[in-house]
């Protein structure tokens, strides 16, 4: 007998993300092959063609493991009884418009939609934050949620751990997957540190096989935090395949053990580790035993990497003082 399904709302699920990414959920890459899932699409009114274009499409696909598909303009619906929450549409930066002023419209969309999924998502509920700013629209969703306990909530810093892990392992010419444990601190911008001092490389410090410090500190982090850039130059559009993979990672270091000697990368509340102001939703290392979650602690960072961890709480302190009027 098939297990029943579990829902998985995608919002912004007309977007390019969303188009990328709902096909990889119906297929089974996010859950697992054997996981039915319903999936609840929200989108804005004007979106709403757009959306039933892609349900079409994926009903054209003939997913064995798709058993519903929901789409919706009205969050009571998209977020009923949902299990997994991925939070994707957001307004993106337009010329002109300030940082402050894109943190308060994009509250304007996560305050509300952290109630309704207070009042209408399953008891298990986890959330997942991709709309940039991602982790200050999560904390703004989360301050409207207070009844969804703290570890369910999670923003998106799992793009920049692979990109990082991808430039790691073509500068020690060596496959990707000989690349771990690759930290993202702090916010999901220009200031997150991708940490490589904590980095191995075939089971040895990142350091140690790449003896090039200088690409290290300078070239490898630049690359990194600037790579979302770099794609919008070339692509003339932001990444969206790439970040759809990173959803689906995200979710799976979540719900399977992480390996041995590796960590996943995600943004979380903070309780204080690392000395980090508490509440904020800071990208730490994290590792998994399939059903609860811990940050790994006890990594040593160098005066370096504390100096880099302090700018990016700095951002996310200030983030959090630009909403204060949303956090309820
Ligand atoms: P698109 O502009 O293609 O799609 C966004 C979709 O959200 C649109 O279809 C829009 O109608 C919808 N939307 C807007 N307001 C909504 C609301 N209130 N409820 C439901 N849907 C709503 O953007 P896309 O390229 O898909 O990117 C989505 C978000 O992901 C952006 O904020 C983007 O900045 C962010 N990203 C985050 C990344 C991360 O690593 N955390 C990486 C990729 C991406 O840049």
């Known amino acids: 007998m098939s297990k029943p399904p579990v829902h998985v ?33 929200l989108e804005i009114e004007p979106a709403m063609g757009t ?28 977020f009923d009884g949902t299990n997994w929450a991925l939070l994707v549409g957001s307004i993106p930066r337009k010329a ?12 304007g969309i996560f ?10 998502a399953a008891s298990d509920v986890r959330v997942l934050v991709v709309g940039n ?9 989360r301050a409207h949620a207070p009844e969804v306990p703290d570890d369910r909530w999670f923003a998106m810093t799992r793009l920049d751990q692979n990109r990082a892990a991808s430039q790691l392992a073509t500068k ?42 200088d690409w290290l500190e300078g070239d490898f982090i630049a690359t990194v ?34 390996a041995e000697g590796d960590c996943a990368s995600l943004a979380v509340v903070s309780h204080g580790e690392y000395g980090t102001p508490e509440g904020l939703v800071f990208g730490f290392p994290v590792r998994s035993d399939g059903t609860s979650w811990e940050i790994i602690e006890g990594l040593e960072h160098s005066g ?17 003082a630009a909403v204060a009027h949303l956090l309820g």
């Open 225 to 258: 935090q600037q790579r979302g850039a770099k794609i919008i130059e070339a692509r003339g559009a932001s990444s969206a395949a790439s970040a759809a993979n990173a959803v689906v990672d995200s979710v799976a270091s979540v719900v399977n053990a992480t």
């Open 304 to 320: 370096f990497a504390q100096e880099r961890i302090r700018l990016t709480t700095e951002e996310l302190e200030s983030e959090r």
């Open 111 to 120: 305050g509300p939609q952290g109630e309704a999924i207070a009042v209408h």
């Open 51 to 78: 959306l039933e274009g892609v349900v079409m499409e994926l009903e054209d696909c003939a997913f064995p493991l798709l058993a519903a598909i929901e789409p919706t303009s009205e969050m009571k619906t998209a």
């Open 96 to 107: 002109g418009m300030e940082r402050n002023d894109l943190l308060t419209i994009n509250g």
């Open 133 to 141: 700013p991602c982790n200050t629209n999560c904390l703004i969703a």
């Open 172 to 213: 020690a010419g060596v496959p990707v997957a000989d690349v771990a444990r690759v930290a993202i601190w702090g916010n999901h911008s220009s200031t997150q540190y991708p940490d490589f001092e904590n980095a191995t490389v075939s089971g040895r410090a990142a350091t140690e096989v790449i003896a090039d410090r």
């Open 9 to 41: 709302t995608v919002t912004g699920a007309a977007g390019q993300i969303g188009y990328s990414l709902l096909f990889r959920i119906a297929s089974g890459q996010l859950l697992g092959p054997e996981q039915p899932v319903v999936l609840r699409l």
